[in-house]
């Protein structure tokens, strides 16, 4: 999943997902084993919300998204740099990135118990609200077959591109305040840091995948792509087939990223998506 800067909404969200999901999974599956109802969920912190005009202000949007996981009982959190909106991370922003998460749980002791907002009556109002609605998408997708079925006629990429086209028009109408945006916009941009592309490094890991190439052994990696393909063609003729252990074994014998997924492409095809206006 991911998580906005709405903090209420978001921790909200996170608890109205873990509701939904033991509900169906009971439905569905006709269990109470805590193993299958209990949901794990990972979150990415919402980069897309990232602004490359005064990048610094981007800490105080990646924490808040880090505290609504952390107060929504989120598991696992990938935060991104406050500098990914102009150019890879630097070093140095990805260990504030990564930090923020055990800042808040080890020194502000935010995770030190399960479900804090629990109780709240706004929170419990929220949950409630989100719930209801998130059960309408759930049934919507299901009436048109299932996600993948939902995916193949558009469904998710339209309403994403519609949501997207909402925002942006808010952004530039000045209703949805962005600060450093169209709200407190510094005259003088303030230069940072930023990621820098190596020559050198791109050189050395060129003769380093040539090397390997060269010293890895022709026969075995013919072998294990072609069961790789075995596996594929099965899987497109409908068989249940797991395709992961020939790749770990192609991996292995140092078949190439390129090569395994350059199959892959041949068996499976690519997705396109469809235009959306």
Not at 89 to 99: G, K, Q, Y
Not at 123 to 136: P, V
């Amino acid at each position: 999943m991911t998580a906005d800067n709405d903090l209420f909404e978001e921790v909200a969200k996170f608890r109205a997902v873990r509701r939904l999901w033991a509900k169906i999974a009971r439905e569905r599956f006709k269990t109470d084993d805590p193993r299958v109802i209990a949901l794990r969920i990972t979150v990415f912190t919402a980069a897309h919300k990232l602004t490359a005009q005064e990048p610094l202000n981007n800490l105080i949007r990646t924490t808040m998204q880090v505290l609504a996981c952390i107060l929504g009982g989120v598991e696992n959190i990938h935060v991104p740099a406050y500098d990914e909106a102009l150019a890879l991370p630097t070093f140095e922003s990805t260990r504030v990135a990564n930090l923020t998460k055990q800042i808040l749980n080890d020194e502000c002791f935010v995770g030190s118990t399960v479900d804090p907002m629990g109780g709240s009556y706004y929170l419990e109002s929220l949950t409630n609200q989100m719930e209801e609605k998130a059960r309408c998408w759930y049934e919507k997708v299901e009436a048109m077959g299932g996600a993948i079925a939902a995916i193949e006629k558009g469904f998710y990429l339209k309403e994403m591109a519609d949501g997207m086209y909402r925002y942006q028009k808010e952004v530039e109408s000045g209703k949805r305040p962005v600060i450093g945006v169209n709200k407190f916009v510094l005259e003088k941009e303030v230069p940072i840091k930023i990621f820098k592309g190596n020559p050198e490094a791109e050189k050395r890991q060129i003769e380093r995948l040539n090397r390997i190439r060269m010293e890895r052994d022709p026969a075995k990696v013919e072998s294990a792509l072609a069961k790789v393909r075995a596996v594929a063609e099965a899987k497109v003729a409908g068989k249940d087939e797991n395709i992961v252990p020939p790749i770990l074994e192609a991996v292995r014998v140092y078949a190439t990223v390129g090569e395994i997924f350059g199959l892959l492409r041949e068996v499976f095809g690519e997705y396109r998506p469809s235009a959306v206006l």
